[in-house]
């Protein structure tokens, strides 16, 4: 496949709630909450917890390959949890002047983006405040009746209103749709769906399985070709933790069945659950959906 045709998803955290690093955690890692969608010219980044930081430095040494060009990415954010925002302050790119990095995502009740995503870079917690960081920032503050649209190589990310706006989809268009999860507390979280040139994937982190499924995720889901589903927690587990926005391998597969995906990667993996505790997770939901995969940090999907 050319470069130019790529569309290739690259995982470099795959935890929920906190990093865990050690001998047990090898191989699935323990890194939070980061995925890479590289689609053509146009990299996208989905959330921003520890494992952003090594893919920062990946992308400054593709920049020196590249014969030291500007690095352009689109960060996409789906709340404002900490393990999903802590790797922010130290991702490389964003302390280069060259930079150019667009930063979407969800207000916090009253709080614009920007306010909020200060919060995570603000003296004293950190010494350099986020308007200091001599990159340029475009940070926009994204409602659910929104989409996006990235047009040609250096192209700023359209934001525009689905029912509103004209939207004017070429063969090459980028296009990023918008669902809303009210099952995380507090404010609920954005599920993201990146098409590009007849392939999509969805990414649904952070979501938790309603009674019979949740029928708008389904929906927003259908004939994808991957959806990256969070699945936290074992069955057991999830007894005790029913409302903390988060769901088990059996919900995620019950999706991917109903929505006819064609691949299914399970997700943000409990920090107490072991690299053999993942391996059994993931061998049971292959007996409901078998082209089922656990996420793991340096796994790359092509579609």
């Not at 064609?262 to 049971?284: G, M, N, S, T």
């Amino acid at each position: 496949m050319k470069d130019d045709d790529r569309f290739l998803v690259r995982f470099w955290g795959t935890r929920g709630s906190f990093p865990v690093p050690g001998p047990s955690t090898l191989h699935f890692g323990g890194n939070t909450t980061c995925v890479e969608v590289q689609a053509g010219p146009h990299t996208l980044i989905l959330d921003a917890g520890t494992g952003i930081i090594n893919l920062g430095y990946d992308l400054l040494r593709r920049a020196k390959e590249q014969g030291g060009m500007a690095i352009r990415a689109t960060l996409l954010l789906t709340h404002m949890h900490h393990d999903h925002t802590q790797g922010f302050p130290y991702f490389p790119p964003a302390y280069l002047g060259t930079s150019v990095l667009y930063i979407l995502g969800p207000r916090t009740f009253e709080q614009d983006l920007e306010e909020t995503l200060n919060h995570a870079v603000l003296p004293p917690s950190f010494p350099v405040s986020l308007h200091e960081l001599p990159s340029l920032k475009v940070v926009r503050s994204l409602r659910e009746t929104d989409t996006i649209l990235i047009d040609g190589n250096h192209a700023e990310p359209q934001i525009l209103n689905i029912y509103r706006d004209a939207l004017n989809i070429g063969p090459s268009t980028l296009r990023i749709r918008i669902l809303k999860s009210y099952a995380h507390p507090r404010y609920g979280v954005y599920i993201y769906r990146i098409e590009w040139r007849g392939r999509s994937v969805v990414f649904a982190s952070d979501t938790e399985g309603y009674v019979d499924i949740d029928q708008r995720l389904v929906n927003f889901s259908r004939n994808t070709d991957l959806i990256i589903h969070d699945a936290q927690y074992t069955a057991d587990d999830y007894l005790s933790k029913q409302g903390w926005g988060h769901s088990t391998p059996q919900m995620a597969c019950a999706v991917a069945k109903l929505a006819n995906a064609r691949r299914l990667v399970l997700f943000h993996h409990e920090p107490r659950y072991d690299d053999a505790q993942i391996a059994r997770l993931e061998a049971e939901a292959q007996q409901i959906f078998p082209n089922t995969q656990a996420a793991f940090e340096g796994m790359e999907i092509g579609l």
